[in-house]
């Protein structure tokens, strides 16, 4: 169990590391509570203060502080200026670079001290009070309770094991999105047919091994209902059907632009297929040209 005397820990995010340092090692922990063979291409490693979730070749990199509640109240700022990054205001509020997990460790403090914990948790992930706790983005368990928003999410779960599996999966559902947001990427600046049949090879492939709408098992149920609030939270289902449904489109453009640069081909072969018919035509009449040419000489000069 975390110390009990620290109220908050605050875990950040980077989903766009290089690399898993060198001197970083194995972290044994059990992740039997996904589907397939997801638990396969999903490592966690530790180093220092730090954990690396590698989820296929995608390394994020999660880095913890702590914090008593007082110390937020007081040093709002100065954490907020030392160990959180937020987009800028012309950025793209989807910017899925830097990431937040609040965890509270003491049981449902959004119960017993609902006004300070909600504004911590708002300023934290949003740099403002105006999260509330809807029914959109609350879940509430016999064991924790949890708010999700776009920048991460909010719980009082205070076993580290369970935080690391709540953890895994948001980092999970992060991948979801940036791979899908990739493929949408790769759609937009394809260079014919087969460059298509490549991505969507890729794809069907990804689709019917790697996605899936929840990835963990419905016997985990306090997970599986984690995932689906983080998940309808994020879009994730709508976005990937969206880049399906480009995929098939912009494959039945590319077909089209094959169909019809094939009609031009056979075009251009049938005109020069009667250019050379009318060539034959002609060098074939050559000789008795010639012939009448000569009784003409011979007869009439």
């Known amino acids: 169990m975390i110390k009990s005397e620290l109220e908050f820990d605050y875990f950040r ?5 290089d690399i898993v340092p060198s001197d970083a090692t194995d972290y044994e922990f059990s992740h039997e509570f996904l589907l397939g063979d997801l638990a396969n291409y999903i490592k966690l490693y530790k180093n220092n203060d730090k954990f690396y979730i590698k989820i296929f070749s995608r390394i994020f990199e ?4 702590s914090f008593n509640k007082a110390d937020v109240i007081n040093n709002l700022k100065n954490i907020q200026n030392d160990f959180f990054i937020y987009p800028k205001k012309d950025q793209n509020s989807t910017d899925y670079r830097y990431l937040y997990a609040l965890f509270a460790n003491t049981s449902k403090p959004l119960e017993s001290d609902f006004n300070d914990t909600l504004n911590i ?12 706790k809807t029914s959109q983005n609350h879940l509430i368990t ?11 999410f909010y719980s009082d779960c205070y076993f580290f094991d369970q935080r690391i599996r709540i953890m895994m999966v948001y980092c999970l559902l992060i991948y979801y999105i940036l791979r ?4 949408i990427k790769q759609l937009a600046v394809y260079n014919g047919l087969e460059d298509i049949i490549k991505i969507r090879k890729d794809l069907l492939e990804y689709d ?8 963990i098992l419905q016997s985990r149920h306090e997970l599986y209902a ?5 998940a309808k939270n994020y879009h994730i289902i709508h976005l990937y059907e969206e880049m399906k449904t480009q995929t098939k489109d912009i494959a039945k453009i590319a077909e089209i632009e094959l169909s019809e640069k094939k009609a031009n081909q056979y075009k251009n072969l049938k005109t020069m297929i009667n250019w050379i018919v009318i060539l034959v035509t002609i060098m074939g009449a050559l000789p008795a040209i010639d012939s009448a040419i000569n009784i003409y000489n011979k007869f009439f000069r």
Request: aromatic letters at 14%.
């Open 226 to 230: 984690i995932y689906e609030l983080m």
């Open 180 to 183: 899908t947001k990739d493929y």
């Open 208 to 215: 019917v091994r790697y996605f899936y709408k929840n990835p």
């Open 13 to 17: 995010i980077y989903t766009e590391c």
């Open 62 to 65: 999660i880095e913890q502080r």
């Open 142 to 152: 016999k064991s924790i309770e949890m708010l999700v928003d776009v920048r991460g």
């Open 121 to 132: 948790a708002s300023y934290m992930l949003r740099n403002s009070h105006t999260l509330d």
